[in-house]
């Protein structure tokens, strides 16, 4: 053979975002005049370069290149070891190339936001709010969650009190503010708190800083500001109508009354039949013989009715049948990566099962990377909820009031069409554009 190549060191550590060298020293062994090139093989090739790209050698010479690896302080290239090749292939065709091989270690880094969602809520008896947890480095990292109440009046918890998440993902957490004593009426009371999520500390090396969030719950009072007013006014309107009754309908009405009783209707209610005297001849004297009476006429017996038996109600097929489930909160998520020029990409955050409907109330979109482009979030059957440009948010919530139905088998997606990949601070641009989709609701079964 006439050809050797061989690296300084079989393994190399590569720091995200920086850049670290290793030589490759190649002899001609050869009796001509010999022209190399060089080729990386290995998944480091997309970050990987060789210093002169080309190389000339006189027989019996040797010289060292410079194998120069880059890696993205991004996502996309996880933490730890990946096996690497270099191809030196000769320009001449009787010759054979030779691959010296190594190791490369991708060094883990890390990189937290969190959005605090919504910032500000208000109630009688509580807040609730929910924390996005995005993890930008190249490791799945277990951040811890705490709370830091600006007053003694509230207490704050977490349904999680720990999140996992992967690399280039979001994890979701609900926070809840619970005042310690109750507000029947008066001025509503503003709480402020402080969520932090705390990264874990390395082993080596300076600790991530936590990311504090902060938010505020207003306590209404459990009585309106409008109802002692109310009550005021009520009492008032009770009196007037009392006052209306007593001092103008009711001597109109004991009026009327007097005034229906006339001597011709006692007189006909003190009259009946069978109050006449006997019947007299035409002289005005009596007669020899005294009237007849006439008999009253004789009514026949009404039969009585018989009492009639009413058949017992059945009971209805409403009452028999078993009463649904109550409604169960369901969340979803979905991360959708679009490269520019590649066409529009979809995902979906989910599907509703059969028997079931969904009532859609909270959508959260997110572009961390500032990328330009359009997402559309899709319900059932690809009727479209919302149309945004990328380049026009960070982060965007949608609250529905009335909730968004998507029945049995329909799907919310989310569909991506990158026109710019954007660039992060600090970082150097990714691949492809990137968006999450959170959406929130509950889960209801229906009637067969």
């Known amino acids: 053979m006439s050809l050797t190549a061989s690296l300084d060191a079989s393994s190399v550590t590569a720091v995200p975002g920086e850049e670290t060298s290793l030589p490759l020293r190649v002899r001609n062994s050869g009796t001509t005049v010999e022209e190399y090139r060089f080729e990386v093989a290995g998944a480091c090739a997309a970050w990987t370069t060789v210093e ?26 996880p933490a730890g070891e990946t096996p690497f090749g270099i191809r030196v292939v000769p320009t001449s065709d009787h010759a054979e190339p030779v691959v010296p091989e190594g190791r490369v270690t991708v ?40 709370a830091r109440s600006g007053t003694e009046r509230a207490a704050i918890t977490f349904t999680r009190p720990e999140l996992t998440v992967g690399p280039g993902r979001a994890a979701f957490a ?48 459990i009585l309106p500001r409008w109802l002692p007013r ?9 009196l007037i109508l009392a006052g209306f009754w007593y001092g103008m309908l009711r001597p109109a009405v004991k009026s009327a009354a007097r005034e229906a009783i006339t001597p011709e209707v006692i007189a006909s209610a003190t009259s009946g039949p069978g109050r006449g005297g006997g019947l007299t001849d035409g002289s005005g004297g009596s007669g020899g013989a005294s ?15 018989k009492p009639s038996v009413r058949p017992s109600p059945k009971p209805s097929a409403k009452a028999t049948a078993k009463p649904l489930p109550p409604p169960v909160p369901t969340s979803a998520q979905v991360q959708v990566r679009d490269a520019v020029g590649g066409g529009s990409r979809s995902g979906t955050a989910l599907t509703v099962p059969a028997g079931k409907s969904f009532r859609l109330t909270d959508i959260v979109v997110q572009n961390p990377q500032g990328d330009a482009g359009t997402v559309v979030i899709t ?35 989310m ?13 150097p641009a990714p691949g492809r554009c990137a968006a999450f989709l959170f959406v929130g609701g509950t889960m209801e079964s229906v009637k067969p």
């Not at 002169?52 to 120069?68: C, F, I, K, Q, R």
């Not at 319900?379 to 919530?397: K, P, Q, S, V, W």
């Not at 569909?415 to 970082?427: H, I, W």
Request: aromatic fraction near 4%.
């Open 52 to 77: 002169p790209a080309t190389l000339s050698l006189y027989p019996g010479s040797a010289e060292t290149v410079s194998v120069s690896f880059r890696p993205p302080r991004d996502p996309s290239v």
């Open 107 to 146: 060094a883990p880094f890390t990189e937290v936001t969190g959005e605090l969602v919504p910032r500000g809520s208000h109630g009688v008896w509580r807040g609730a709010h929910k924390i996005a947890v995005d993890n930008r480095g190249n490791a799945p990292l277990t951040v811890a969650l705490t």
């Open 174 to 221: 609900e926070l809840r503010v619970k005042p310690a004593k109750r507000l029947w009426r008066g001025t509503p009371v503003v709480h402020t708190f402080q969520a932090v999520v705390a990264p874990p500390a390395p082993e080596d090396g300076e600790p991530a800083a936590p990311v504090v969030l902060d938010g505020s719950y207003q306590q209404e009072a």
């Open 230 to 238: 109310a009550l005021v006014l009520a009492c008032l309107l009770a």
């Open 291 to 305: 009237a007849t009476p006439t008999p009253p006429p004789t009514t026949a017996p009404t039969p009585s009715a």
């Open 379 to 413: 319900g059932d059957g690809g009727d479209r909820l919302l149309t945004m440009a990328l380049e026009n948010f960070r982060d965007a919530d949608q609250h529905f009031v009335t909730p968004v139905i998507v029945p049995a088998g329909g799907e919310v997606a």
């Open 415 to 427: 569909t991506v069409d990158c026109r710019k990949v954007g660039r992060p601070v600090n970082a």
